[in-house]
């Protein structure tokens, strides 16, 4: 973690382990760096004061595996690595990239679009839902009962990204209801990294959104060049690793819904023109945006609030969507639309070595205008 004033002047004189006292969340690398910083901290002290009082309610998740992935990273007595290593999913296909060390053992040659959860059907939503959905889902336990999988089941690490697609689509449903009565939802989808390569789960969209074909445009800096208008259409669900289960039949699924993905090189202020020729989105989606932390999306909010659409961004942590709120806020010259909330979707485990001592979670917060 890096002393909170680096950079102001003096240099820094050693790691950062020097908390302030009150909120404990900022750290220095000295007493000397701690006061020069109090005329910036003393604003954002009392809040982050706040937000660290409210942590509890970030770990709570229904998972049999709760405290493992979430206290114990936290507290640094395990990490992500071991986590998935003791679920023989370390370095293995779609969670390849869900520890620190992954993306390293990830090369040009990785599978476009890997067909396998690697887990059980216990496990695993892979096939059709037993019975439709009854009721808007709220939170991770009504998921995990509607598609019959065990609460031991990992899954939401990488269900993270289809089921915040779908709130967020409950989220703006007055919104979009007025948008035109097509069976298609078109979806800009900005700023994708590790998503990249765990495309194959946003299948799950099928089951989430059965009356609907869901089209969605990955657009970002970090998608490679040679993969710059690629185009993948998913028409099943993952595969469990039962060698017997119906999933691996062609007629495994039901659902006549596809879902559509393509994917576009660059930031969407450079792209936009040419997504236009073949699709204006319902909704713009823009996962742990980092809104505050990177200037490129100033032409991009500016071009969003253009175009009136529904836009939510997510965050890891509150203090995080507070700093982007802020940004939005300036920008637009608009209250938010969509005020900061707790995702119920957010990824069950906790993010490691993060710039604040706070709880932060992939998805974790979420905001829009």
Known sequence: MECAAKGRGTRCVGPAVRRCPRCEIV?????????????DHKEECERLEEQIRDSDMMNKFPFTFCEEATVQILEKKQSRCTFLSRRSLHHIGLWSCECSCGFSHIGHNFPVLIKYWNLSSTLAPCGDPISPLSKQLSCWEEYYAWRSISLASPAALLLQWPLTIYHALQLNASRLQSADGSKDIIIHYLGPDKELFQLAVFGELRALLPHNNVHIEFVGPAIPEYRDGEKININSYLHCDDIDCKCKLSSGTSSNTVVT??????FYHDR??????DSFPHLIIAPNAGVAAFPTWMETIELIHQLKT???????????????ARCLSSITCCQLALPIQ?????????????????PC?????????
Request: glycine share 4%; net charge negative; hydrophobic share 45%.
């Open 342 to 358: 707790l995702n119920p979707f957010r990824q069950p485990m906790a993010v490691e070595d993060t710039a604040l001592y706070l």
């Open 27 to 39: 750290a220095y690398c000295s007493l000397s760096h701690q006061i020069s910083h109090w005329s």
């Open 361 to 369: 979670y992939s998805n974790c917060f979420l905001f829009g205008i």
């Open 261 to 266: 993905l393509r994917l576009h090189k660059g």
């Open 272 to 277: 936009f023109r040419d997504l236009m020729k």
């Open 310 to 324: 529904p836009a939510v961004f997510t965050d890891f942590c509150e203090e995080a969507a507070h700093l982007a």
